[in-house]
Nanobody, 126 residues
Framework: QVQLVESGGGLVQAGGSLRLTCAAS????????MGWFRQAPGKEREGIVC????????RYTDSVKGRFTISRDNAKNTVYLQMNGLTPEDTAVYYC???????????????????WGQGTQATVYS
């Protein structure tokens, strides 16, 4: 059974940082691309960053480029999201997900992902 567990969310002042962690179990982690998504109140869930399986290639949505960094540690079955320069617009529930394993690169479309964590709340106040 595949399980993804996010942690690291919290309350932070604008300009601050958070580091989210996603611990995965139940499959060979290194074979799958991983993505981080977020859903703000009243908005649809959106893909913000992903990292490929074998080559570690990454993709970022424009709104987080230069501020967020994704990384993975395959030995620990863990993916991280370092978030710097946070703004109130970053307030959302953040989810990690693992894709369907069709390729080594990654995308930001929800349909590409098969398993999801329960989410962790990040709230940024001004």
């Amino acid at each position: 059974q595949v399980q993804l567990v996010e942690s690291g969310g919290g309350l932070v002042q604008a300009g601050g940082s958070l580091r989210l962690t996603c611990a995965a179990s139940g499959r060979t982690f290194s074979n799958y691309a991983m993505g981080w998504f977020r859903q703000a109140p009243g908005k649809e869930r959106e893909g913000i960053v992903c990292i490929g399986s074998s080559d570690g290639s990454t993709r970022y949505t424009d709104s987080v480029k230069g501020r967020f960094t994704i990384s993975r540690d395959n030995a620990k079955n863990t993916v991280y999201l370092q978030m710097n320069g946070l703004t109130p617009e970053d307030t959302a529930v953040y989810y990690c997900a693992t894709d369907r394993g069709f390729g080594s690169t990654c995308g930001l479309d929800l349909y590409e992902y098969e398993y999801w964590g329960q989410g962790t709340q990040a709230t940024v106040y001004s």
